[in-house]
């Protein structure tokens, strides 16, 4: 009898040991935010998140570091914290910012192709298409003029983040439903509070949470990045391929005098350009878009801003033999080169940023 009673506390010892280390690993890794609201939904809906904030503040490599001292758009009064970050990143993933709550941020900027889609046109909230490609989130804060969308229409980030959130196909929300729908949600006062202070919520703070979580997704750990700190070697076919596209390919006119290094980002091109496109002339209708980043370019499909060409090989290869699309001027380097060219781009690819979890979606579905 005695037997069997030890034996029976020792097997519930053990079972109450593993349940209360299990519970221990999730609540020190995760805390669920309060959640005042009742019911089921706002409970599946909260967003969970570490009990010690990520750091969004890097410490870049000298030439990252360097680049962005030249040409950071950060204004003095948004800049990066690890809360507003923080906040950022639930709003970015929230699908409460749209009207039928179906599409957030995310669905179009998705972390898995580097923050861009990898379709031609993006489907909005009633599965409408956008008008354009959508655009990579990387690397934002390195474009000086700090100038958003392929038709620079937005003059700032922070600008920008008021569009699609009111924009009829893709989240369709007026600012002041904005505003209600994310007051009305439990887990936001507490973090605008460790933002900015103050529980009120407003959308240019909602704004300039987007804005900061933004500017923090930064590639700087791509093979490219270990070269230039000396930490790692070209191969002959990768360092032939920066040749080509620092120097030989077309005098005066490189792919780096419009894409440059080392974000692959200028807001200063030597001169404009665009793919051949009839509806839609870009900047002022002056036949010129904005190009966003070369960085981690081989992890999204449907290029320029209309989607329409494929990937990197077709548009390498334009024009060319067997070629599916006519020439794209400055584009097009010559079935010889395209191999190495190829193999340069892909040192840009930085795949940590693809699944670091302070960038990915709180909310686990
Ligand atoms: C339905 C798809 C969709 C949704 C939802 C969406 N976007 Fe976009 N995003 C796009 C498209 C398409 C473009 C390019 C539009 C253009 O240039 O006219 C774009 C462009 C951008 C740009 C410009 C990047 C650059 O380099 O100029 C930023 C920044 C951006 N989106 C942020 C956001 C934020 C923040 C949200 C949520 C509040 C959001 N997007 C929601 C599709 C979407
Ligand atoms: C005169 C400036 C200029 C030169 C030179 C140039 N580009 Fe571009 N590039 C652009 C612009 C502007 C766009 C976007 C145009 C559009 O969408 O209509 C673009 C788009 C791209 C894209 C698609 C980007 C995306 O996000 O969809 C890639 C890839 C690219 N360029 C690579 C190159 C390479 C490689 C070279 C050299 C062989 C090169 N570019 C030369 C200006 C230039």
Known sequence: MNKFKVLIFLISAMLLFQ???????????????????TGAIALENAPILPTSTYSYLINFPAHIQANLSANDNTPNNNPITNDGATLGRVLFYDKQLSKNNTVSCGSCHQQQ?????????????????TTRNSMAI??????????MFWDERAATLEKQAFQPIQNH??????????ERKVSALSYYPALFQKAFG????????????????ERSI?????????????????????????????????????CASCHTPPM????NPIRPFSLNDTNDLGINNQRRFKSGTLRNITNRNSLFHNGSVINLQTMLNSGGQGSAIPNIPAHSIGPQNVPNMLAFLNTLTDNTILTDPKFSNPFMK
Request: glycine residues 4%; charged residues 20%; aromatic residues 10%.
């Open 19 to 37: 349940y209360c280390s299990k519970k221990n690993d999730i609540s020190e890794e995760i805390e669920t935010l309060p959640t005042t609201v």
């Open 138 to 147: 990387l690397n934002l804060r390195f474009y000086k003029s700090g100038k």
């Open 218 to 254: 930064v590639t700087y750990q791509a093979k490219y990045d270990r070269v230039k700190q000396g930490i790692e070697t070209f191969t002959t076919a990768e360092a032939t391929g920066e040749e080509l596209f620092m120097n030989a390919l077309l005098p005066n006119n490189t």
């Open 169 to 178: 196909v893709e989240m369709n929300l007026t600012l002041a439903e904005l």
């Open 113 to 129: 192709f580097a923050f861009d889609d990898n379709i031609a046109l993006s489907k909005g909230l009633d599965g409408s298409l």
């Open 198 to 213: 103050t529980t009120a919520i407003d959308s240019i703070r909602i704004a300039m949470a987007l804005s900061q979580f």
């Open 264 to 267: 692959f980002l200028t807001s």
